[in-house]
Nanobody, 121 residues
Framework: QVQLVESGGGLVQPGGSLRLSCAASGFTFSSYAMSWVRQAPGKGLEWVSDVNSGGGTPYYADSVKGRFSISRDNAKNTLYLQMNSLKPEDTAVYYC??????????????WGKGTLVTVSS
């Protein structure tokens, strides 16, 4: 049974930092690309970042490039998103998602339930 459980969300001030984690189980984590996707209140889904199965070749949306960093620890079956210089427009529910193959860009088949990040003073 594939399970993806996000954690680390909460309320932070503009300019602050937060680190999200996604604990994965039920599949061979090290064989698949992983992604972060977010949904702001009242808006559609927005792809944020992804990384290949080995932790290399990260990709970022222009809106977060230079501020966010994706990484993974395959020995711990965990995906991370380090978020720095947070802005109010980063407020969203953040989801981690499993890729269909080892490389990114080929779709996703499982998502977690999400963790809420609120950036406000």
């Amino acid at each position: 049974q594939v399970q993806l459980v996000e954690s680390g969300g909460g309320l932070v001030q503009p300019g602050g930092s937060l680190r999200l984690s996604c604990a994965a189980s039920g599949f061979t984590f090290s064989s698949y690309a992983m992604s972060w996707v977010r949904q702001a209140p009242g808006k559609g889904l927005e792809w944020v970042s992804d990384v290949n199965s080995g932790g290399g070749t990260p990709y970022y949306a222009d809106s977060v490039k230079g501020r966010f960093s994706i990484s993974r620890d395959n020995a711990k079956n965990t995906l991370y998103l380090q978020m720095n210089s947070l802005k109010p427009e980063d407020t969203a529910v953040y989801y981690c998602a499993k890729g269909l193959v080892a490389g990114p860009g080929y779709g996703m088949d499982y998502w977690g339930k999400g963790t809420l990040v609120t950036v406000s003073s």
